[in-house]
Structure formats: C-alpha cells, structure tokens
C-alpha cells in the first residue's frame, strides 16, 4: 500500500494516475516484502507515477511498457529532471513485475 510512504494523502493519491495506477500498491509491496527501505520504495514509486502520467499524455496503456518505450520515457524525463543513477534498473525492475 502506497498511503503511508507520503505524507499527504494527495500525493498518494496522485501516484495511482494513469494506466499504472492500478499496479502502485502491489509495486509497493513487492518492494517492500523484497526489503527495500522506505526512501527506495518512495523513489521507485514516483518513478512508476511518472511513467504512468507520460504514457496516459501519450494515450498508450500497460501494453506499451516495453524496452523500447521505457528508453523513450527516460529521454523525455531527462529532458525535464536530471538523470538520476539507477534509474534504467530501478525502470527495469518495475517493467519485469509489470510483465509478471
């Protein structure tokens, strides 16, 4: 469950936008059965956010989640937000949960 990773209800809320809305709170404990810290968890979340709203502006679904789409996303978001070590694994990880 995402809730009591923010500390706002909005931002919780605003993480289930899109079409990957749906999978947030089985991510989140994914990660967290998997042991990851609370910080790690928050930050692959709004990652997951982030692709989700990027494909929803895109009109595409879960579906579109693949290698290829998910370069396309992280060149669109380091146009906006600096590159942030780790992202393509942390990316990774989130696409072979969504496939399973």
């Avoid at 810290?37 to 595409?60: H, N, V, Y």
Wanted: proline share 3%.
């Amino acid at each position: 469950m995402v809730a009591p990773l923010f500390v706002f209800a909005s931002t919780a809320r605003r993480m289930h936008d899109g079409p990957l809305g749906r999978y947030v709170d089985g991510f989140a404990d994914f990660l967290r059965e998997r042991g990851h810290p609370r910080e790690a968890i928050r930050t692959r979340i709004r990652l997951m956010a982030d692709l989700s709203r990027w494909l929803k502006r895109r009109g595409q679904g879960v579906r579109n989640v693949t290698a290829q789409g998910g370069e396309e996303f992280l060149r669109s978001r380091w146009r906006r937000i600096a590159c942030r070590r780790g992202e393509r694994g942390r990316l990774f990880v989130l696409c072979d949960h969504l496939r399973q």
